[in-house]
């Protein structure tokens, strides 16, 4: 059984200027479910100044209905996101710090070695609160060029985590300059250094290898992979960044290779849909337009 958790309502809808009104993304979020995916980043617990689109945060995880067997998740970048999301009530935090140091002064205004120390501290208060944590580390694959962050540093970085008490760690193509055997290297590298903790790949489709990657993904043993309805997402730091890989071509993928996802890819399709029409524009992926 491969597991695909649409990231949309949170990486993706966080880029939209148009602002996508709570119940809309409330009744996405159900459209999902509808569909069969089981895990769904809903919202990122940030400052609505620089994230208006995410401003609803807490009055949108309060509409969602209990489904059992579907984890909502919520990102925080900071203690004090980790703080509302243990207020409005979710039951798994995702939390994401840079690997590359010039990325992390683009995007956070701080060293690695300082995200780092903030990511212990938010870990500790999600697990005194009984949430189940996921560890994101951002440009595992590159930042200005592919590979231009260290994989001993990386695995390094994983090392200090791995006997943490993680739900699971995701390695993320946040520039989309990874390809199938960078993929196999690094996988397998982090695989022997976080033992059975579970690793999510999470990938973008800039330059057009995104389902290649999951394929070499796939071979390494993985079993998890983040999507996005139609393909919604980018990168406000990377000019022209396309988004994450579509949850119905990756579903698709999977079904064509024999792997089992229980996911509908036409009520997916719909809800994508739905969501292009709203927004007023085609979205990058292929099949919500052919089913």
């Known amino acids: 059984m491969i597991s695909l958790c649409d990231v949309g309502p ?55 209905p209990h489904h059992e067997g579907v984890v909502y998740t919520g990102l925080a970048l900071n203690l004090r996101g980790v703080e ?7 039951t798994q935090v995702e939390l994401s710090i840079a690997t ?12 690695v070695a300082e995200g780092v120390a903030q990511a212990e501290a938010m870990i500790a208060l999600a697990l005194a609160h009984g949430l189940q944590v996921q560890l994101g580390f951002q440009t595992v694959f590159g930042y200005a060029a592919p590979g ?12 200090r985590f791995a006997d943490g008490g993680l739900e ?29 903790v579970p690793v999510v790949l999470h990938l973008h489709d800039t330059r057009g290898l995104g389902l290649a990657n999951v394929v070499a993904g796939l071979e390494c043993g993985i079993t998890r992979f983040d999507t996005s309805l139609g393909g919604l997402g980018g990168c406000p730091f990377i000019p022209n960044a396309t988004g994450n890989i ?33 927004l007023g524009r085609d979205f990058t992926g292929k099949l919500y337009r052919l089913v």
């Not at 809309?24 to 100044?49: M, N, W, Y």
């Not at 946040?174 to 033992?195: D, S, Y």
């Open 10 to 64: 949170r990486d993706g809808f966080q880029y939209e200027e148009k602002l996508i009104p709570t119940d809309l993304k409330r009744d996405v979020i159900e459209g999902l479910v509808a569909a069969g995916l089981r895990c769904i980043q809903v919202t990122s617990f940030v400052h609505p100044k620089w994230v208006p689109q995410m401003a609803d945060a807490e009055a949108l995880v309060a509409r969602l």
């Open 84 to 90: 509302r999301a243990i207020a409005a009530g979710l």
């Open 100 to 111: 590359n140091e010039t990325h992390s002064r683009d995007n956070a205004n701080m060293t």
């Open 148 to 159: 231009d962050t260290p994989l001993e540093k990386i695995e390094a970085m994983a090392a």
């Open 168 to 196: 699971s760690f995701s390695l993320a193509d946040t520039t989309g300059m990874a390809n199938p055997v960078m993929i196999k290297e690094r996988v397998r590298a982090l695989q022997a250094v976080v033992g059975d």
């Open 246 to 278: 579509p949850t119905e071509d990756t579903a698709y993928l999977l079904d064509q290779m024999g792997f089992e996802t229980g996911i509908d890819i036409n009520k997916v399709a719909e809800v994508t849909r739905k969501m292009a029409t709203f």
